[in-house]
């Protein structure tokens, strides 16, 4: 009897190994909204190159010659390098409750990498605008989503 018990635990652990070593393909693990003036952006070597210098962040703005507007900082992390993905971003603003979605082509390298995501120029009105709700997804290129966050409200069930 304790042979037979002995086999069933080896085949749990067995079966059971992959699933607790197989890791997320991709996580997002912070993401921060908030206004960042274009001055933000500003660094000396710039001056110098002519050039952004992004600070070792990959900036993607939904219109590239604007700097100022509102940003999601994100901290993204993947096991394996990812390209072709793209942020999915759903955000629904004051003016209007259908959320608005954005889309930002980008792939990730097998480790934590940076991400400023921005809504600038005519897309966001002012710094007195902040988002009422918000989703973002990373998609693979094969339209599956890898990884999501999304604000407390977008949580929250339409009445």
Not at 4 to 21: E, G, H, N
Not at 23 to 44: C, G, H, K, M, Q
Not at 74 to 93: E, S
Request: with cysteine.
């Amino acid at each position: 009897m304790s042979l037979r018990r002995l086999f069933y635990f080896v085949c749990c652990v067995v079966l059971a190994v992959p699933a607790v070593t197989r890791a997320a393909e991709a996580e997002l693990t912070r993401v921060w909204p908030a206004w960042r003036n274009a001055e933000s952006f500003d660094r000396i070597s710039e001056y110098f190159s002519n050039r952004e210098n992004t600070g070792g962040h990959t900036v993607l703005r939904s219109q590239p010659e604007a700097r100022a507007g509102y940003y999601f900082l994100i901290r993204a992390k993947a096991d394996h390098a990812q390209p072709g993905l793209k942020f999915v971003l759903q955000i629904i603003t004051p003016d209007k409750p259908d959320p608005k979605i954005y889309t930002f082509p980008a792939a990730l390298i097998a480790k934590e990498t940076v991400f400023d995501l921005g809504l600038t120029g005519a897309d966001w009105p002012d710094r007195k605008t902040h988002a009422v709700a918000w989703h973002l997804s990373v998609v693979a290129a094969d339209g599956r989503e890898l990884a999501s966050q999304q604000s407390f409200l977008w949580a929250k069930p339409t009445p």
